[in-house]
């Protein structure tokens, strides 16, 4: 079979089915609530350490009695994420404005051990569905009245600092305890419309308020992304500070390996956006071919340079053999690493051992899937990569000579002149 007619047809990320549940099982299982409201009760929750974060909400943890509703993203506990589709089999109510709207998707971020911002996803199409404009907009305003009367003071329309890859219609509350901004994509463009894309809820600390609210200049410098580079006394080399975004039960391994990488270069742009840049479908994943595609636009947007370091149309002949060795392979991952570059990582799941092991009850084991190449141990012949799954992925191996076998095609998304 002609292999790159086998990689077109590839598709990443391919999640599995939904389990329908029984009437007998849908009694017997808990009813998940979670109101979100104290995320808006700016005078104390600033100060909110994640110990007392505890005990406003309840963490997955093994062997917990209580109904869980979140999960920490990081064994660090420093991004938290709620999710209407934690698990497979229930359903947890995320609600806010005294229960008043649905919220699909929060993400709480702490730095120094405080509460600083929180992401609230109110609408988005890969979990919500499709929805007409007009649903669309009684939503919209249905929040933004609500958050008026919350905060008590008027909006105004923020005009971004820097060019976004999807364009965004952006309203800002500002108070001295705290900034809220409501904002969506921009469907109706150059007399063009869409469809709404996602619709969320961006909060923070008054001195927080960085260059993921639209506050500062976006963009790192090489010099910045080099001190991420950490190295230990076993010869391990890799990039620390790559924040971690859950994909959740959606095919955004893609969108949600390229948040991460554009986050880590200071450039906001979620999974969503990602999603309808690279023409994501929610159900299966990204395409390679149009993937690659789509990122290519991102160095006209950003700044950045989008690189194919293996390219299956230019390394893959038609008998699936490599045009770049494994010595060449090590060297792109080392020289990569030791810049602070973490790169996109296109493999096919389940074919060689890696650590920790993935295991049946967790998710995705075989099939293709994207990842991020963030390290290696040239002692170990080791590379060191993370998956976009949450806490326990952040640091994960295989040997390099497996990793080389596994891969599908690698990318590079840096700052021009790196």
Known sequence: MNFIRTWRALILCITSASVALGQENQRTLPILKADLDPLLDFASIWSTSSEKFETLFVPHIEKENNNPQFDWLTATKDRARFSRHMFSNVQTALTIFQGQMKIEEAIVEFIQGKCARATLSIYNRGDSGKISMQEFDAIFRKAGQ???????????????????????????????????????????????????????????????????????????????????????????????????????????????????????????????????????????????????????????????????????????????????????????????????????????????PEEPPLTSGGGQISGGHMRMMIGYNSAKNQIIFTDSWGAGHEVKRMAAADAYEATLGLYSMSPRGM
């Open 146 to 352: 609500s958050l008026g009367a919350h905060l008590k003071v008027a909006p105004k329309k923020q005009f971004m600092t820097g060019n976004a890859a999807v364009k965004v219609v952006s309203w800002v509350w500002t108070t001295p305890s705290g900034i809220a901004i409501l904002e969506h994509n921009d469907y109706q463009v150059g007399g063009q419309i869409t469809q709404p894309e996602f619709l969320r809820l961006k909060l923070a600390a008054p001195d927080q308020a960085d260059w993921s609210m639209g506050k500062m200049a976006m963009g790192v410098q090489r010099m910045s992304l080099q001190k991420n580079v950490t190295k230990t006394a076993t010869g391990d080399v890799f990039i620390s500070g790559v924040p971690m975004v859950d994909q959740g039960a959606k095919g955004y391994c893609v969108a949600a390996s390229c948040q991460r990488l554009l986050e880590y270069m200071r450039i906001p742009c979620d999974q969503h956006e990602i999603a309808q840049l690279l023409n994501v479908d929610v159900e299966k994943g990204a395409n390679a071919m149009v993937m690659q595609k789509s990122l290519a636009k991102v160095d006209q947007k950003f700044g950045v340079s989008f690189k194919p370091l293996i390219n299956p149309e230019i390394y893959y002949d038609n008998k699936g053999k490599r045009r770049v060795s494994l010595k060449e392979f090590a060297t792109i991952i080392r020289d990569h690493a030791d810049k602070g570059v973490p790169l996109l990582w296109a493999l096919g799941l389940g074919k060689f």
